[in-house]
């Protein structure tokens, strides 16, 4: 198991920043209005906290934890309202840096753990709204951002969550989005 100081001081700084900067790309891959984005922000934050939670047993993903707690949020490599696209260059750049990184640093299953950290808050945002004026959940601009991040950090085999999967469930499991947000009770 390795931890923050088997990282260089600026390689650990992109491990970092990468799973909000990733949260800000989903954000501006698939713009979905205000209300949109309010929720897109929660349902990062939930996934984020979700995958934390569930990978808290990895030395790597406790690192980051701890540091995102005593430091603050990272600050990006770009930024995100000067120039979208550019933004969205240096997020890919980013993962692409990632398993490079981990690739040399990291165990097999640290990397998987990171790659699943980074993917599971990148689907939560892509799922979160749907496109304005349309009964898509995920724009073509969210699924074709995870395709080419998924190859960035090197997560063969990859799907992107369909268009119509819903962020309150699907037709497999109605609702499981929404627990997740909200909790069990169902009056809110």
Known sequence: MTTRAAYAPDDWAVLRRLVPEVAEAMRIAGPSGPGG?????????????????????????????????????????????????????????????????????????????YRSLVMDVGEGVATAAGEPGSSAKVSDGERALLGRLAAALGAEGYEPPHKMDSPFGDYRDTGAAERDLYGEDPTR
């Open 37 to 113: 984005r309010f929720l897109e922000e929660r349902a990062g934050r939930a996934a984020q906290e979700r995958s934390l939670g569930r990978l808290a047993s990895v030395e790597l993903i406790a690192d980051l934890q701890a540091a995102h707690a005593s430091d603050g949020p990272p600050a990006f490599s770009a930024d995100p309202r000067a120039d979208g696209a550019a933004f969205l260059d240096a997020t890919l750049a980013d993962a692409d840096r990632a398993r490079v990184i981990l690739a040399a640093v990291a165990t097999p299953g640290e990397a998987e753990a």
